[in-house]
């Protein structure tokens, strides 16, 4: 297999190695606009031996490690092999789900891959109000503490008090746990919540224009399809995949892309947040209009 050479200004590499998750978190943004990629019945995973062939061959921008993530990653059975055999430093998106606790990482041939200057935890566990326990979580993450670099950044929920964000904060500080907020992105009580680069990108309907569009994220499905942007891959939209992380050739698109599904874009693409150096004022997808392209069916090619 022939390497895949990153151009430089690329961000994020996500690799999604699963659509399961522990979790029922009803604002999961994989589900909004209605696609629905956790528990696809006809979903297929790359092996762990065809992760590694296909992570090694990657040529990372500087300073850019793999992010595995899901789903919840942790259910992916090869997680533990892929993290030892790869030879990137690796980011990883979870819950903590119960199994994982310090013999589980302890078991591991080397820690090495979680070993990288980083100005945030490269484990980052994520608190979902409603659905896991904040005490619990930050209890686990204090005994991982000296091991791993591991942090709790807890989702934004609206419905979150003052109270409850300051009990946090306190209760993180006394277990020496660092705590960090992630943006609640999406719907909630009919208010649109996130600051977006694109107004009426995240409507949840397309808008009859066509666009062009290019991503500095590289999104990779559990069977190892990569797409545009994280709409594409939420949506399963195979047909507008740019090919598979396993095939013998890859290469990033050299132009901006049309696409049909503007407003139906995903959060994730269009926020205005933090680059991986902390830098804030990027945003995933540069997106470009042609006014004189206006669509009257709507529909997606
Ligand atoms: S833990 Fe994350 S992936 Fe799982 S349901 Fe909640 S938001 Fe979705
Ligand atoms: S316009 Fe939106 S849906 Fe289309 S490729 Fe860009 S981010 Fe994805």
Redesign the pocket.
């Known amino acids: 297999m022939e390497k895949i050479i990153f151009p430089p200004d690329y961000d994020y590499v996500g690799i999604y190695l699963t659509d399961k ?5 009803p ?5 909004h606009h209605g696609s629905k990629f ?1 528990g696809q019945p006809d979903a297929s995973y790359l092996s762990p031996d065809q992760w590694i062939k296909a992570l090694n061959r990657l040529e990372l921008p500087t300073d850019v490690p793999i992010s595995l993530q ?3 990653p942790f259910l992916y059975k090869g997680i533990a092999e892929i993290m030892e055999n790869v030879r990137h430093k690796v980011d990883i ?1 979870t ?1 903590l789900p119960p199994f994982l606790n310090r013999e589980y990482f302890l078991k591991l041939k080397t820690l090495d891959w979680n070993k990288r200057p980083a100005p945030y935890p490269t484990i980052r566990v ?1 608190f ?1 109000k409603g ?1 896991n326990d904040f005490k619990e979580l930050v209890d686990r993450i204090a005994g991982l503490n000296d091991i791993l670099s591991i942090g709790l950044y807890y ?1 934004t929920h609206p419905a979150l008090s003052e109270d409850e964000i300051s009990f946090m904060k306190v209760y993180a500080k006394e277990k020496g746990v660092e705590l960090r907020a992630k943006d609640f992105l999406g719907l909630y009580d009919g208010k649109m919540y996130g600051q977006l680069k694109y107004p009426g990108s995240v409507d949840g309907r397309r808008q009859g224009i066509e666009v062009t569009c290019r991503n500095t994220v590289m999104p990779v499905a559990p069977d190892g399809m990569v797409y545009l942007c994280h709409s594409d891959l939420y949506f399963n939209r195979r047909e507008r995949a740019l090919g598979n992380i396993t095939a013998s050739h890859f290469e990033f698109p050299s132009t901006h892309l049309p696409c049909p599904n503007f407003g139906l874009c995903s959060e994730c693409d269009v926020k205005i947040k933090n680059n991986h150096y902390q830098q804030f004022g990027y945003t995933s997808v540069d997106i470009r209009f042609d006014e004189n392209k206006a669509r009257s069916d709507g529909k997606e090619t």
């Open positions: 998750c522990f979790l029922k978190c604002y999961c943004i994989t589900s956790i899901g789903g919840e998106m819950a994520s979902h659905q989702l």
